[in-house]
T-cell receptor
Framework: LAKTTQPISMDSYEGQEVNITCSHNNIATNDYITWYQQFPSQGPRFIIQGYKTKVTNEVASLFIPADRKSSTLSLPRVSLSDTAVYYCLVGDGVNYGQNFVFGPGTRLSVLP | DTGVSQDPRHKITKRGQNVTFRCDPISEHNRLYWYRQTLGQGPEFLTYFQNEAQLEKSRLLSDRFSAERPKGSFSTLEIQRTEQGDSAMYLC????????????FGSGTRLTVV
């Protein structure tokens, strides 16, 4: 069971780039890294997923070093609407359930 | 299909009453998951279905909780003899079976036990 560790909270200002790092020292060979975003009173929303190196989509970038023991979610030029909780999870993509664990996440506050 | 739907959005019940929640997943998703989330915590896994088969239940799940997915489409989660500690947001999520996709979550049902 790969456990993840993230900062509990972060503050940023509008227009800045935000990087949230997640540690997953026990990641298994078959595990992917997935990030979710959650706004109050809503379910989490899938942001990005990767296995190694760098992945980029229209919302974020995910950087994964060669040893895969950590990953960094990068949000370019954040706005007030990016204020949310961000969760990092690792799992093999097939055996979800008890082995796909949400921690408390990182609470990002974007200030004007 | 507009995503995962959950009903009701909010439920207030008295302690000791039974409650039932419904989840309608994305139609082509054969896996359906129930999670519970309390304030300040991440979602906690409860159970999941592949089609109509319940494949996994949390070891921490009380026997007052039961879930069904009778025709492999919608699912219900029932809590019997509710307790104040059951107050939480109950989230449903679905995903395709074997392919690696993230969950699609519904907006949840917020339960308050008074």
């Amino acid at each position: 069971l790969a456990k993840t560790t993230q900062p509990i909270s972060m503050d940023s200002y509008e227009g800045q780039e935000v990087n949230i790092t997640c540690s997953h020292n026990n990641i298994a060979t078959n595990d992917y890294i997935t990030w979710y975003q959650q706004f109050p009173s809503q379910g989490p929303r899938f942001i990005i997923q990767g296995y190694k190196t760098k992945v980029t989509n229209e919302v974020a970038s995910l950087f994964i070093p060669a040893d895969r023991k950590s990953s960094t979610l990068s949000l370019p030029r954040v706005s007030l609407s990016d204020t949310a909780v961000y969760y990092c999870l690792v799992g093999d993509g097939v055996n979800y359930g008890q082995n796909f664990v949400f921690g408390p996440g990182t609470r990002l506050s974007v200030l004007p | 299909d507009t995503g995962v739907s959950q009903d009701p959005r909010h439920k207030i019940t008295k302690r000791g009453q039974n409650v039932t929640f419904r989840c309608d997943p994305i139609s082509e998703h054969n896996r359906l998951y129930w999670y519970r989330q309390t304030l300040g915590q991440g979602p906690e896994f409860l159970t999941y279905f592949q089609n109509e088969a319940q494949l996994e239940k949390s070891r921490l799940l009380s026997d007052r909780f039961s879930a069904e997915r009778p025709k492999g489409s919608f699912s219900t989660l029932e809590i019997q003899r509710t307790e104040q500690g059951d107050s939480a947001m109950y989230l449903c999520a679905s995903k395709p079976g074997q392919e690696f996709y993230g969950y699609t979550f519904g907006s949840g049902t917020r339960l308050t036990v008074v």
